[in-house]
């Protein structure tokens, strides 16, 4: 197909099933599946994965070998890993084991920022500071990423208002950040919102503003993804068989499917990268390893078009 003038020619798929995808589930996979998975990720042209997150282990157990799989990680040559880290504990941790960048949740939603880190959003802002002073003082190469969450809305507040998303995003890149992404957390938003809150918030971002992280809660996560591709942003959160979600949505279905987003793009003559055969091989794994679980997707059970090329999505 022919690509619109007004997309981007390429377009990166993170993948975060390992982290936002894992952290959902009661089960903890074995390390060695999680090494398995990164593996064959890579293998099927996957450069940048988000896997883990360095948080208290009686927390999310699930996530308490992150240090281990993230230096399995780092001995793929060309692939960026990325951590969650919650505060300057975590973000020592991140610079310590040489992450390739650390992703610093913030929400944009006073109550969810309360109930997901019993801090109020312009408290998680001067954490932020604190972490991007102690990246300067240590001299590490770790990038700082921060997702603005609840960014389209909130299930326990309800409406957060853009310009609150905007003043936050600029205290972020004022303090010194290197990219900033908005997050439909709780899969609120419609293309209309994705469009008009991506407006509001690019002209203060500085050019920082680089990833759209969306949930399928209400079926529209490849409608908002598409939204944020024409005004320029490239660079997507997805999950394998589309786990993960948030607990303060109920209901929620999960993260874009990796795969059927992968099939998207290509499908529009975006560039991608990545391989149809062993992203679908791959899920097939993830369905053993995580049984009992649901996953979510179409691409897996209908295949691609007869039209495009069975084999690679780039």
Not at 43 to 72: C, K, S
Not at 269 to 286: H, M, W
Not at 296 to 313: D, E, S, V, Y
């Amino acid at each position: 197909m022919t690509l619109s003038s007004n997309l981007p020619s390429r377009a990166v798929i993170r993948e975060v099933g390992l982290r936002d995808g894992l952290q959902s589930i009661g089960s903890v996979m074995p390390t060695a599946a999680k090494l398995e998975w990164i593996r064959d990720a890579y293998a099927a042209g996957q450069r940048e994965i988000e896997v883990g997150a360095f948080v208290p282990a009686h927390l999310l157990p699930q996530l308490a070998d992150t240090a281990n799989v993230l230096a399995f990680a780092r001995t793929l040559p060309g692939l960026t890993a990325s951590v969650l880290v919650p505060n300057l504990k975590g973000a020592e941790r991140a610079m310590e084991c040489e992450a390739g960048t650390m992703v610093l949740p913030l929400s944009a939603s006073h109550a969810h920022s309360l109930a997901n880190l019993r801090k109020t959003p312009d408290e998680v802002v001067e954490e932020i500071k604190r972490i991007v002073d102690a990246r300067e003082a240590r001299g590490a190469m770790t990038k700082i990423e921060v997702g603005i969450s609840t960014a389209f809305g909130c299930t326990i507040q309800g409406r957060v208002e853009p310009s609150e998303v905007a003043r936050l995003v600029k205290a972020v890149v004022d303090a010194g950040v290197d990219a900033v992404g908005l997050a439909d957390t709780v899969g609120y938003a419609d293309p209309a919102m994705v469009r008009s809150l991506f407006k509001a918030v690019l002209p203060v971002a500085k050019g920082k503003l680089n990833c759209g992280h969306f949930h399928d809660t209400r079926g529209l996560g490849l409608a908002n993804v598409y939204a944020a591709l024409e005004l320029g942003i490239s660079r997507f959160d997805a999950c394998l068989g589309g786990i993960g979600g948030c607990p303060h949505a109920p209901g929620a279905s999960g993260n874009v499917v990796t795969e059927d987003l992968a099939f998207m793009l290509a499908s529009m003559g975006i560039e991608t990268g990545q391989n149809f055969d062993g992203l679908v091989a791959l899920r097939s794994k993830l369905a053993v390893w995580l049984q009992g679980e649901l996953l979510h997707g179409a691409l897996w059970r209908a295949g691609l078009p007869k039209t495009m090329n069975q084999t690679k999505l780039a």
